[in-house]
């Protein structure tokens, strides 16, 4: 897969507190906020149906399943996580056209939510969406 | 001097009792301190210097946390800790039974020196069940969570364009991501961003 450019956001899993108790073990059954874990929109076809990233234009998005890892870059800060798939999402459609930019460097398009864990280890849990680079290397 | 083992240094230098300024941490702009923190954790696999849960006590400097997998966590905040509760804020506004993510150096007695601490911080997918006056009523896995407005502080980004305090164009049955803080034991949240699609 060549590297994918769009919009990574968190999302909370596993045991957790507040509204996110609810929030279980994802598709796969374990996912945690603290452990370095995806979210990914082409997990199964039942999960593409829901995502549809295609719906926006995006393509090159590999089929891939629970444990496979995934390299996200924060393009504001260059700063780098491996994560393996815990989950189906973001459900990329309902944000078709959304950019998010760092001054030059921006990203369109929700391609995949990071744990708490994860996303706070490239950039703060408080910007809530950034630009983002995805590679399986 | 490679400057994450010097961050590292200072954070546990301020967890030990020593100063640390706000200078010599403040030095890294937000983006770049995320940058230079250097990422060892297998794919997969849980963070030693990650925590979350519910604080359970709070005894000078340090918050006694019960993580949400009933795991207990010692929580050193030091004068170089960022911590964010809907605004950033001091140490003074955070309160036992609030929830919270941190990221930190675990320490080898196994406290984590706190690098960034969220206060009752959630992200949470929803769509417009009621708009109200200065209120959202929000379905979020089949509940309903009571989002605030909060003057000079809560905002609107539609379709990515420039964050406004505008909330107007939100519309009942539309898809939100919400960032905000929850009340913590209720079902209320203060609004942080609101994240709408056009």
């Excluded at chain 2, 509940?143 to 809560?154: L, T």
Aim: proline fraction near 4%.
């Amino acid at each position: 897969m060549a590297a994918l450019r769009g919009e990574v956001s968190w999302f909370c899993c596993g045991s957790a507190w507040g509204p996110c108790g609810s929030a279980g073990g994802g598709a796969c059954g374990t996912c945690s906020s603290g452990n370095y874990q995806h979210a990914w929109p082409n997990t199964s076809d039942a999960c593409l149906a829901i995502t549809r990233p295609h719906a926006c234009g995006i393509t090159g998005m590999s089929r891939r399943g629970c444990g496979f890892r995934h390299y996200t870059t924060n393009l504001c800060n260059g700063a780098r996580v491996g994560t393996a798939i815990a989950d189906c999402g973001p459900q990329t459609d309902l944000f078709c056209g959304e950019r998010t930019c760092c001054g030059s460097a921006c990203g369109s398009n929700r391609i995949i939510d990071l744990t708490p864990a994860a996303y706070s280890a490239i950039a703060s849990l408080s910007t809530g969406l950034r630009p983002c680079s995805v590679n399986t290397v | 001097m490679d400057q994450t083992l010097d961050r590292r240094r200072l954070l546990a230098t301020a967890a030990l009792g020593g100063v640390v300024t706000a200078t010599g941490l403040g030095s890294l702009a937000p983006e770049a301190a995320f940058a230079a923190e250097a990422t060892t954790v297998e794919p997969g696999a849980p963070d030693p210097n990650f925590a979350e849960g519910r604080i359970g006590k709070i005894t000078g400097n340090m918050l006694l946390v019960t993580g949400s997998d009933t795991v207990l966590h010692s929580i050193r905040i030091t004068d170089g800790t960022s911590i964010w509760k809907l605004h950033p804020t001091t140490f003074d506004r955070v309160a036992v039974g609030d929830g919270l993510y941190a990221r930190g150096v675990r320490l080898p007695d196994g406290t984590l020196a706190a690098d960034a601490v969220w206060v009752n911080i959630v992200n949470l997918h929803a769509h417009i069940a009621a708009v109200g006056r200065n209120v959202l009523h929000l379905d979020h896995k089949g509940r309903r969570i009571v989002a605030h407005v909060v003057p000079d502080r809560s905002a609107a980004v539609y379709n990515g364009t420039p964050a406004v305090s505008d909330m107007s164009l939100l519309r009942v049955g539309r898809h939100v991501q919400v960032l905000g803080a929850w009340h913590p034991d209720t079902n209320e949240i203060d609004i942080a961003t609101v994240y709408a699609a056009a």
